[in-house]
């Protein structure tokens, strides 16, 4: 939704997705503004007329294959074909001549959530930079390497859940147990406080219990972090392990030019 807003305040002027779950159009982004490179598996294609269609139910097929559907248009009424592509199917050109288009004159780039490890898509910011650009890459997994090598710290990434736990029983013991009630940012301050100093570490506390004649409910707070990046253990620098290319995913590499591309996804049968 954050990109929807940018583009309707004119900040945001196109989407390059290699996503197939519809959720760009389904957020609000523009069709015209969207060039979903791998396809979308609610979408349908009139290959006569160019007609697409937007199903509120997954299509069947993948591979750009013919579908149990026909075009609509009194006109044309041509077998409609799945637009998902499968493994080593070219890119559709639309889409890709448009995304090549968008980032030639892009002012900026975000690369949101990607690995920059697919050819041809990963290419495709470069082609900001060439024309003058700037690219934003949003992804801890690319980023750290980078900030390893600038001997930056990343703060680690604290997550914060609350859990509540109904206990049913028979009261057997003669020990009472009390209700309680502990200030909730107090206890979450000193959890994170402790998740910030030590690498995988998980912390939990009781903020509130309550005892009834035959339950007892309490809410528990956990806090957990991801490794930070500039421990002693992990300034080792990491060796890349040759890795046999037997499901025809491309690696993106400096002087890669692919014009096809492969999904991840499962071969099917």
């Not at 290699?18 to 349908?44: M, T, W, Y």
Request: charged fraction near 25%.
């Amino acid at each position: 939704m954050a990109l929807v807003e940018l583009e309707r305040a004119g900040i945001l002027k196109f989407v390059i997705s290699q996503n197939v779950d519809c959720l760009h159009l389904r957020s609000g982004i523009p069709r015209q503004k969207l060039a979903e490179l791998h396809g979308n598996s609610f979408r349908e294609l009139c290959p006569s007329c160019g007609e697409e269609y937007v199903r509120d139910f997954e299509i069947e097929t993948i591979g750009m294959k013919v579908t149990s559907r026909r075009c609509s248009n009194s006109d044309c009424g041509a077998k409609l074909r799945d637009t998902v592509l499968d493994w080593e199917d070219a890119l559709p050109p639309k889409e890709m001549n448009l995304a090549e288009k968008h980032c030639r004159t892009a002012d900026i780039v975000l690369c949101l959530g990607t690995s920059l490890q697919i050819t041809p898509a990963c290419n495709l910011p470069l082609k900001s930079i060439i024309g003058g650009g700037k690219i934003v890459i949003v992804n801890l997994q690319v980023i750290a390497g980078v900030m390893q090598l600038l001997d930056f710290r990343i703060p680690p990434y604290i997550r914060i859940d609350l859990v509540q736990l109904i206990l049913r029983h028979v009261p057997k013991s003669k020990v009472k147990k009390e209700s309680f009630t502990f200030g909730k940012n107090n206890v979450l301050q000193e959890l994170m406080d402790v998740a910030n100093k030590e690498s995988q570490c998980g912390q939990h506390a009781i903020i509130e219990r309550k005892v009834l004649p035959r339950s007892e409910i309490t809410i528990d707070a956990i806090v957990t972090n991801l490794v930070k990046y500039n421990n002693a253990e992990n300034t080792k620098p990491v060796e890349a392990i040759p890795i046999a290319n037997t499901n025809g995913i491309k690696r993106c590499s400096a002087s890669t030019k692919g014009t096809r591309t492969s999904r991840k996804r499962s071969k099917l049968a």
